[in-house]
């Protein structure tokens, strides 16, 4: 079990992120692919909050992935073009989540949200742990 951190805590928001990242991965015959990438989707979510709090700015508590990013960037934070990619895992967040979305989701929609989130979560993970070295 991860250890647990305050809520204040950016740690405490990568576990959070970890853990959406591995219902993510729980993949099997009985679970929406949607489902999946909305918990991907989470993931990049919270990872890109705990850097808010990494720097001690308040976040909107949005699912806007492009919306956060570009707080972040008003931060002074440099986002890779390959980050601003997980702008797309934003549709999972309240979209897919109901019956009745137009689009099948496919298995490539979902590696794609996996890979998208997990590039996410370790581009924190870095800006995280570089700020905590100082």
């Known amino acids: 079990?991860?250890?647990?951190?305050?809520?204040d805590n950016p740690l405490e928001?990568?576990?959070?992120?970890?853990?959406?990242?591995?219902?993510?991965?729980?993949?099997n015959d009985e679970v929406y692919l949607e489902d999946l990438c909305y918990q991907a989707q989470q993931a990049a979510e919270k990872a890109i909050k705990a850097i808010f709090i990494s720097l001690k700015v308040s976040f909107p508590y949005s699912h806007d992935i492009h919306h956060l990013?570009?707080?972040?960037?008003?931060?002074?934070?440099?986002i890779p073009a390959s980050i601003k990619?997980?702008?797309?895992?934003?549709?999972?967040a309240v979209q897919t989540r109901y019956p009745?979305?137009?689009?099948?989701?496919?298995?490539?929609?979902?590696?794609?949200?996996?890979?998208?989130?997990?590039?996410?979560i370790e581009w924190a993970e870095i800006i995280i742990r570089n700020r905590l070295d100082k």
């Open 1 to 7: 079990m991860r250890t647990r951190w305050s809520p």
């Open 13 to 27: 928001w990568l576990n959070r992120a970890r853990s959406s990242m591995n219902l993510a991965y729980s993949q």
């Open 69 to 78: 990013l570009t707080l972040l960037e008003d931060e002074g934070i440099d």
């Open 85 to 92: 990619e997980a702008e797309r895992l934003s549709i999972y």
């Open 100 to 120: 009745g979305f137009p689009i099948i989701i496919e298995e490539k929609h979902y590696l794609e949200a996996v890979e998208l989130a997990e590039m996410v």
